[in-house]
């Protein structure tokens, strides 16, 4: 097909997906229209992979991943905040449970897929070390400042912050990945880029700026719909989640699957195609957005409302996160994977969800 062909079905779904939720006030919950936007729902992901990738293609990367990355946070970011403030106590654990799913499911359940896909056809695969380092440098830090830290903490009993303490956390977040994004896209951008060898794209004809601006417009429709969706589906998960006496945390972990499979999709894809350095731009700097940016702006908001944030984790959530982060420096420590590394972490992934649903 022409790069600057869009296909219909890219542009049909994303259609649907939003009459169902225009239709929702008169659903009533019933099982047929939570049917139909199950369908709507991966329909419109795999059209937001496509789109996705044309403006990948088009502006290069590592803009391309990135702005999959920001696209898919941003909207995360709503969602998230669109729950827990009527939630209140009862949703103040939601940002963690979510973020850290998000962690999990990007650096075990991605990155472990990504991985085994491109052993089993590749049998070996290359990527940059020093940007593999980078986002994995910049990750551990990000993610024992905001979710391991807040537990030790002394100003206020639990695993809470201050407001003060909640809007230095902020701060740093912002920071840090402020920098991260600076350096991969300015400052040390042949750092997340490809080598040129195996790449099927490196040649291939780029799309038009008019075809380009239409899928950009078409992915944040589609990534909006996604999340849309995802709430909508939210109250039976929930009702789910309580009916198999699973914790309320598995609702987080279901809301973060759901809102990262297009990224999930489109790395699985680049793996395949033996796009590996494309795979961990995406999922390493999916991880990055979705702390550097749901931390700052769940604790501004939480801090202009006055209401408390649970941040901290559980010793068991603690235990699997630095797990995740040891393995993870180590699995990408030598520019060069095999399907070894993709079991390791999928065994990871498969800990992390087990322990969830039965703690």
């Known amino acids: 097909m022409s790069p600057n062909t869009i296909p219909r079905w890219t542009l049909v779904l994303p259609a649907l997906a939003w009459g169902a939720m225009l239709a929702s006030p008169?659903?009533?919950g019933h099982m047929v229209f939570l049917l139909i936007v199950g369908i709507a729902l991966a329909g419109t992901v795999?059209?937001?992979?496509?789109?996705a990738e044309v403006v990948a293609h088009k502006v290069g990367e590592p803009f391309g991943t990135l702005v999959l990355a920001l696209a898919v946070t941003v909207i995360e970011v709503a969602l998230i905040v669109s729950m827990m403030l009527p939630g209140g106590e009862e949703k103040a654990a939601l940002a963690r449970d979510t973020v850290f799913a998000?962690?999990?499911i990007v650096c075990n359940g991605i990155v472990g897929i990504c991985l085994l896909l491109g052993g089993l056809r590749h049998r070996e695969q290359d990527f940059q070390l020093r940007g593999a380092s980078t986002a994995m440098t910049v990750l551990a830090s990000l993610a024992v400042l905001t979710l391991i830290l807040p537990s030790y903490a002394q100003a206020i009993p639990g695993p809470y912050l201050s407001s003060t303490q909640l809007a230095f956390t902020g701060i740093v977040s912002l920071l840090l990945y402020g920098t991260f994004v600076f350096v991969q896209t300015v400052r040390h951008?042949?750092?997340f880029l490809a080598d040129g060898t195996g790449n099927e794209d490196a040649h291939a004809e780029a799309p038009s700026a008019r075809v380009a601006w239409i899928s950009g417009g078409m992915l944040l429709v589609c990534l909006v719909a996604v999340v849309g969706l995802a709430k909508l589906l939210s109250p039976a998960v929930e009702l789910a989640v309580a009916g198999i006496g699973a914790p309320a945390a598995v609702v987080g972990i279901i809301i973060a699957a759901l809102v990262l499979l297009p990224e999930g999709v489109a790395a699985a894809r680049?793996?395949?195609?033996?796009?590996l350095q494309t795979s961990l731009n995406l999922a390493l700097g999916s991880a990055l957005a979705t702390i550097g940016l749901t931390i700052p702006v769940v604790s501004f908001v939480y801090v202009a409302t006055g209401q408390s944030l649970l941040l901290?984790?559980?010793?068991?959530?603690?235990v699997l996160l630095a797990l995740?982060?040891?393995?993870g420096s180590m699995s990408l420590a030598t520019g060069r994977?095999?399907?070894?590394?993709?079991?390791?972490?999928?065994v990871i992934f498969a800990s992390f969800l087990f322990f969830a649903i039965v703690p």
Not at 46 to 51: L, Q, T
């Open 189 to 191: 951008r042949d750092y």
């Open 46 to 51: 795999f059209a937001a992979v496509h789109h």
């Open 312 to 318: 901290g984790l559980e010793m068991k959530e603690t």
């Open 26 to 28: 008169w659903s009533g």
């Open 102 to 104: 998000a962690i999990m």
């Open 337 to 346: 994977t095999t399907v070894l590394q993709g079991i390791v972490h999928l």
């Open 270 to 275: 680049a793996a395949r195609a033996d796009r």
């Open 324 to 327: 995740t982060l040891l393995v």
